[in-house]
């Protein structure tokens, strides 16, 4: 998409960002695609008003997220995500191929709100036995009772989907045959 038509439509489409603040955090969504040489793909639509809370992204005070406020604030937004989404193996972290805030900013309408997508790879380490990969999810409200939820869904040989609900940090671990 050209940088006009994102403008003109993420502008429009954020034009009620002001009224939906008052309401519950947003879902995220993570999605991990594994691929045969080791690295993992790494897929999270963010709710804008979460990275909103987080990182102050109305830098203007109107109440409504404009694109290039959101757009000057990419690199930050990508080096907040990406430490927690973090992935490994029995035999250690994955390290990072590629940063989300390098990448070009998008975005995506899911469950009526929008969200920023970031996207990112990790090499993991390969370990004897069955292949494991350990979600370490750590973007959740500390409180047990957020409404905070995460939708994971692992697009490996065995797919899967979990939602992580509630409380500082969420593990979860992937198998493949």
Partial sequence: MTMTRFACA??????????????????SHVVLRPQPDGHVLIQWDVALRDLDDELLLDSDGDGRLQARELTARWPDIGAWAQPLVQLSTPAGPCTSLSSPARAAPAWVRRDGEHHARLRWSVQCPRSKGQAQVR????????????????????????????????????EHVFKQR
């Fill in 135 to 170: 979600l370490h999810y750590t973007a959740l409200s500390p409180a047990p009772d957020s409404p905070h939820r995460a939708v994971v869904r692992w697009h490996g040989d065995a797919r899967a989907e979990r939602v992580l609900l509630g409380g500082p940090r969420q």
């Fill in 10 to 27: 993420l502008g429009v489409a954020l034009c009620t960002h002001g009224a939906a603040q008052a309401h519950p955090s947003g879902d």
